[in-house]
């Protein structure tokens, strides 16, 4: 995995698949909060998909066109900033994997060298280590598996554990996976069933107000799962909580 | 509903609730003793887990030079070298060796490269009783079971079974006290000791400049079936080399801690040679069959990493999917993360028979951030499903989507935007989430999806940026 040098506050904003179609509002949040610490945004328009599904299903025929479009869509030299530590593994070494020995695996390279988890970009490549405002609630946060071997997971702990009232909960079996893995949850049902209920009973085991993800994939494939069996602890994206710690701010200011 | 239809998936569904249970509370407990030792005993195990991979990886890149090496040290110690490219030729050299000294009965200890190579039962076929000495395996032989797990074999086994299982051979009255088990398994296993010709061992490392055989184990069993008997005979596969006799403090440290939490297993032994004269007792002969067996090829492909592997376990035992299916949901000696790699590439029926293993991973990789010597696992896994692909092997696209109008719509920002603007969306992103098939039917059957809101953030965006009068 590589970890990413490039940064700066002129970024391009890369808001997922998965917020294009059923998560705005975290594209948003994660928008108003980069926008809050400064950060000259820019949409690329063209985008799509990381082309991370039919890598992983082994399709890189269909993921080299995908990857190579995403490719062209943020090309240029600014930090490509994204609220998935999924997405952002699959540009910083998935990508790097399908393409290698491609005449456009040096510009994936590249790309891997400036492409940012949200989180991660706001403690390692702004050095913002602490949060205003404040969010009163006992919060569980996922550790997503896309963020091993990143710094991803550790700086939601910084930002989240240094806002005023928040409390974060004991999450058992961190190493553990929800049973999400793309085309693996519908590939084997039974497995990735179990896999999430194990995650589910961790993450409400200590009680949380709510649950905070780094990934919606994941929220979707556990989330989708609470919903079914109406428990009723509502899931945020981190940007989500970053955002409502700085609306409460505005409030009382 | 949409019934699993992915092998191991449907295994894992009707595996019964006390095997999945002691399969769970094993290898959860050994992967948190791993974690317990390895963070006490070391401040960066991930650079010893580094360091390992590169000496492996290195001894991988050379092999040719090392196995020359270590046949020349071998010999040099006053054993005989044997090269086998498959597990008939394996076999057939065992047997062999064992007719030439008119042997008829064999003590073994633990060697996984013995049941690719399935060397009991071709023994047996040949009259000559073979015997497991290593407590797991031995109840696996008296069960006609598989090892279900590469270092404790009967890991689907709880110790009610075991009890039953000895009072039915004869070895004693039904006890549940493991002390009463081990004891009894013992008593029977002393006997075949003294009984037996020759012994048989795998290696867990050959050092190319000493020649020397090491092998750990935790009852002893490896060094009774080389005490007693006349003949050592060594079966080990051609990547159990490392270069130095010097590298073992590195291994030995990792391999103990990785593979049951313990900084050392009770025993390591380190086997030099037949007895040197003068010395009352020992082997009067030894004999190594280094073993191919696909390894070659592996070897030559794009996923020669799994070649460094040292058999410890940690992949298995911390894998979400493991811990469901257990070990025979694998079809094939080696289970769990390293065998989804080297199962397909090395089983006798060919890679199309164990396609699908590799898709039976959610690519979380906690098999590769255990690894002691660092195995990319998910990126092999990877590489094989690409590999299924391409070979349209029929296993591994149970289940699966294909991506082309994806790809189409993916590509095309355009057809990208109208789609989410339509809320039509649903034709571009993933299909596996969202079509009507059976995928979806299995995605539904346990989960709600959430509502479609495709476009509510570029029209967001769009409405702010035209009030900033961009």
Known sequence: MISPTVSGKRIKFMATCLCDGFYGDVAKASYEVLEHLGCEIEFPGGQTCCGQPAHNAGDWDNARKVVGHTIRVFEGEDPVVTPSGSCAAMLRHGAMLCLEEQPEAPEARALADRTWELAEYIVHGLGVTSWPGRFAKKVALHRSCHTRGTKVYDSAITLLSSIDGLELTEVGELDQCCGFGGTFCVSFPEISKNMGQLKIDHLIAGKPDCIATLDMACAMHFGGMMDRQKIEVPRMHVAQILLAALQEERKTA | ?470
């Open chain 2, 1 to 470: 509903m949409a019934k699993s239809i992915q092998e191991i998936d449907s295994f894992a569904e009707k595996l019964p609730d006390d095997t999945r249970a002691s399969v769970h509370h094993a290898s959860k407990l050994k992967t948190e003793k791993r974690f317990a030792t390895l963070a006490s005993d070391f401040e960066e195990p991930d650079t010893l887990r580094k360091t390992a991979a590169r000496v492996k990886q290195h001894t991988l890149e050379h092999l040719d030079e090392y196995l020359l090496q270590a046949e020349a040290s071998l010999q040099r110690n006053g054993a005989t070298v044997h090269w086998a490219s498959d597990s008939e030729e394996a076999n057939a050299t065992v047997l062999r060796i064992m007719q030439q000294r008119g042997a008829k009965k064999m003590v073994k200890s633990k060697s996984m490269v013995s049941e690719e190579t399935e060397l009991v039962a071709y023994l047996e076929k040949n009259d000559i009783e073979a015997v497991e000495t290593d407590l797991g395996e031995f109840v696996v032989q008296i069960d006609g079971d598989h090892p279900s797990h590469i270092v404790t074999p009967i890991i689907h086994k709880n110790r009610k079974q075991v009890a039953r299982s000895f009072e039915r051979e004869g070895l004693g009255a039904y006890t549940e006290s493991p002390e009463e088990l081990t004891a009894m398994a013992r008593r029977h296993l002393r006997a075949k000791y003294l009984a037996a010709d020759v012994g048989l061992t795998g290696a867990n490392f050959v050092t190319a400049d000493t020649g020397r055989i090491t092998l750990v184990t935790n009852e002893g069993n490896a060094r009774f079936s080389m005490a007693a008997t006349k003949t050592l005979i060594v079966m080990v596969g051609i990547e159990k080399l490392v270069p130095r006799q010097s590298d073992l403090p590195l291994f030995l440290s990792l391999l103990g801690r990785s593979a049951t939490g313990q900084a050392l297993t009770v025993y390591t032994q380190f086997i030099g040679g037949p007895k040197l004269s003068g010395l009352p007792e020992g082997p009067e002969e030894m004999h190594v069959i280094f073993l191919d067996n696909g390894r070659s090829e592996v070897l030559a492909s794009d996923c020669r990493e799994i070649l460094r592997c040292i058999r410890c376990g940690a992949c298995m035992n911390i894998c979400p999917v493991y811990r469901q299916a257990s070990g025979h949901a694998y079809r094939f000696v080696y289970p769990g993360p390293v065998g989804a790699v080297l199962s397909p590439l090395i089983n006798p029926q060919g890679f199309p028979q164990l396609a699908d293993l590799p898709k039976a991973s959610s690519l979380c990789g906690a098999c590769q951030e255990v690894c002691p010597v660092d195995i990319p696992i998910p990126d092999l896994l990877v590489r094989l499903r690409r590999r299924g692909k391409l070979e349209k092997a029929e296993k591994a696209s149970i289940n699966t989507p294909g991506f082309g109008v994806w790809a189409s719509g993916a590509t095309s920002p355009g057809m990208w935007r109208a789609g989410l603007k339509m809320g039509h969306a649903m034709n571009y992103l993933p299909r596996v989430l969202l079509d009507v098939n059976p995928a979806a039917h299995a995605w539904q059957e346990h989960r709600d999806l959430p509502p479609f809101d495709g476009g509510s953030f570029r029209s967001w965006l769009k409405e702010k940026d035209k009030e900033a009068g961009k």
